[in-house]
């Protein structure tokens, strides 16, 4: 299956670099926050290329961001935006959920080799989620049989006394 990619950027110049960048990926383009907002709740992104300096959140752009990474946690966030390093961007972001920053304009094989360690990323995190709902399964397996040896034991005839029940 290919990867789903989620373009946050304003300016269709950068937006239309950016996917020459990506090589042949196909991206979703999102020109402002509210339409990422949309496309992210619509669909199942593997990685999202975000900039910060969306027109409809200007005023608090990591805000918005830390928002759309809390509304869809499931793809890899790259952070890639031209805002003032030295307002400390980078580490808000960072602590924000971002799993990578990129400054612009960004150079195309670091772009790409970001890209596929994002992609990277998002595989083992989805083994990671089939791992555990496959030990959770194992679990719930386990607990209903030793249910069903309890219910059995206590429906014979001639068994009495209380058994305890599993919780």
């Given at each position: 299956m290919p990867p789903r990619i989620l373009i946050v950027e304003d300016d269709p110049e950068c937006r239309a670099s950016l996917l020459l960048h990506l090589d042949g990926i196909d991206a979703?383009?999102?020109?402002?926050?509210?339409?990422?907002?949309?496309?992210?709740?619509?669909?199942?992104?593997?990685?999202?290329?975000?900039?910060?300096?969306?027109?409809?959140?200007?005023?608090?752009?990591?805000?918005?961001?830390?928002?759309?990474?809390?509304?869809?946690?499931?793809?890899v966030y790259v952070v890639v935006t031209g805002m003032d390093r030295?307002?400390?961007y980078r580490e808000q972001c960072i602590e924000a959920g971002a799993d990578y920053y990129l400054d612009k304009p960004a150079d195309r094989d670091h772009l790409r080799a970001t890209v596929a360690a994002a992609l990277r990323l998002q595989r083992q995190r989805a083994?990671?989620?089939?791992?555990?709902?496959?030990?959770?399964?194992?679990?719930?397996?386990?607990i209903a049989e030793a249910q069903r040896q309890i219910e059995a034991s206590t429906a014979r005839?001639?068994?009495?006394?209380?058994?305890?029940?599993?919780q």
């Open positions: 979703d383009e999102a020109g402002n926050w509210s339409q990422a907002i949309e496309l992210l709740r619509a669909n199942d992104y593997d990685v999202a290329l975000w900039d910060l300096g969306l027109p409809d959140r200007v005023a608090d752009p990591v805000g918005a961001f830390a928002y759309a990474r809390e509304f869809a946690p499931r793809p030295r307002l400390g083994d990671a989620r089939r791992a555990r709902t496959g030990v959770l399964a194992g679990v719930h397996r386990v005839p001639g068994v009495s006394g209380h058994v305890a029940t599993l």
